[in-house]
Antibody
């Protein structure tokens, strides 16, 4: 059974930093493309960023609102995906979901972790 | 960036009725690159349809997807009580993903 378990969400002040983790199991993590998606309270889904598998180059892409501030990385030895968030803004407040990307869609989703940016 | 516009924002229907949800793209989307998700309150989204018309594993055949180019449709042939939820379309293009704003299917 595929499991994605996010952690690291917290209350942080504007301008601060936070690192989210996603522990993966039940599939070959090293072969997977992975994405982060967020959802602000009461709002819709917003894609954040994606990392390819190392065999496909391990490259990353980001949505415009987070480019230059957020970094997606992976540790295949730990089956773990990360999202490093710097320069946080109040509009980054959201539940952050870890997802597997199969083809051009998001097949499996974690339960999410809440990030609140507030002074 | 391709913008996806979903309509209507809210669909009020009764169980047993047919639901037709629209997703319109600001420019042409390859059919392989269009997916639909269902999200219920307090839950993570669930993949329903990928490649515009292929049902994901375990999705009942009352859900169907169609369309091409800039116009895509999700149809629920007969609404079951568990189908009342929010539905999102998503596209992949130029290495970026975008979602539509969602359609809420509520009980009339």
């Amino acid at each position: 059974e595929v499991q994605l378990v996010e952690s690291g969400g917290n209350l942080v002040k504007p301008g601060g930093s936070l690192r989210l983790s996603c522990a993966a199991s039940g599939f070959t993590f090293s072969n997977a493309w992975m994405s982060w998606v967020r959802q602000a309270p009461g709002k819709g889904l917003e894609w954040v960023g994606r990392i390819k598998s190392k065999t496909d180059g391990g490259t990353t892409d980001y949505a415009a609102p987070v480019k230059g501030r957020f970094t997606v990385s992976r540790d295949d030895s730990k089956n773990t995906l990360y999202l490093q968030m710097n320069g946080l803004k109040t509009e980054d407040t959201a539940v952050y979901f870890c997802t597997t990307m199969v083809g051009y869609h998001l097949k499996y989703w974690g339960q999410g972790t809440l990030v609140t940016v507030s002074s | 960036e391709i913008v996806l516009t979903q309509s209507p924002g809210t669909l009020s229907l009764s169980p047993g009725e047919r639901a037709t949800l629209s997703c319109r793209a600001s420019q042409s989307v390859g059919s392989s690159y269009l997916a639909w998700y269902q999200q219920k309150p307090g839950q993570s989204p669930r993949l329903l349809i990928y490649g515009a018309s292929s049902r994901a594993t375990g999705i009942p055949d009352r859900f169907s997807g169609s369309g091409s180019g800039t116009d895509f449709t999700l149809t629920i042939s007969r609404l079951e009580p568990e189908d009342f939820a929010v539905y999102y379309c998503q596209q992949y293009g130029s290495s970026l993903l975008t979602f539509g704003g969602g359609t809420e299917v509520e009980i009339k």
